[in-house]
């Protein structure tokens, strides 16, 4: 399987908007989950929200609800993450990770493959 590649990460001011893509056609393409996470400095990684390719089921942490979504654009290949009303909490590294079948958590240790990262900073 081909490694997921993230795009789009930046600065913003609070209350700000960014969204982030993931080229993943590989993954779309079968019955897969593609998940967004991210890493704050000095803490842990952290499931943001998953998605199952075939029918789009999704899923989110609590503190992103309401303002982060996730989605899947078939045409391009890509698991895209919106993300509106950002807050500095939000500032972390973001990755785009992928495994082989149905999404069953958002804990980061059963995804196999990983993209690099993309920073995303929000300013107070």
């Known amino acids: 399987q081909v490694q997921p590649l993230e795009s789009g990460g930046g600065s913003v001011q609070a209350g700000g908007s960014l969204i982030l893509s993931c080229a993943a056609s590989?993954?779309?393409?079968?019955?897969?989950?593609v998940g967004w996470f991210r890493q704050p400095p000095g803490k842990g990684r952290e499931g943001v929200a998953t998605l199952y390719t075939p029918g789009g089921t999704t899923d989110y942490t609590d503190s992103v609800k309401d303002r982060f979504t996730i989605s899947q654009d078939n045409d391009k290949g890509t698991v895209n993450l919106q993300m509106n009303n950002l807050k500095p909490e939000d500032t972390a590294i973001y990755y785009c990770?992928?495994?082989?079948?149905?999404?069953?958590?958002?804990?980061?240790?059963?995804?196999?493959?990983w993209g690099q990262g993309t920073q995303v900073t929000v300013s107070s």
């Open positions: 990770a992928a495994h082989l079948g149905a999404c069953w958590t958002r804990n980061w240790v059963v995804f196999n493959y």
């Open positions: 590989g993954y779309i393409a079968d019955r897969n989950c």
